[in-house]
């Protein structure tokens, strides 16, 4: 297998994930996305979850602090811990 140089700078996943059997967006609940100062977050109508539209999280947690049901997780790049 080989790889690019790029390969090193690629994300495996998300840093923003919604466990979607707790979001309760289907439910009218939006603080995720109105706790976001970058408006990152939005709903899925089609699912009614929330999900990260943009990738440009700047670990900030509001999202995460705030959530009812405990539904999102923010991923803190280990040089950010």
Do not use: N
């Amino acid at each position: 297998m080989s790889h690019t140089p790029h390969d090193i700078f690629q994300r495996s996943s998300a840093p923003v994930t919604v466990d979607e059997s707790r979001c309760i967006a289907d439910k009218g609940c939006t603080v995720c996305i109105d706790a976001c100062p970058l408006d990152l977050l939005a709903i899925d109508y089609s699912k009614g979850k929330a999900y990260m539209k943009y990738d440009e999280c700047w670990y900030c947690m509001p999202c995460e602090r705030d959530c009812p049901t405990g539904a999102i997780k923010v991923a803190i790049p280990y040089l950010l811990r």
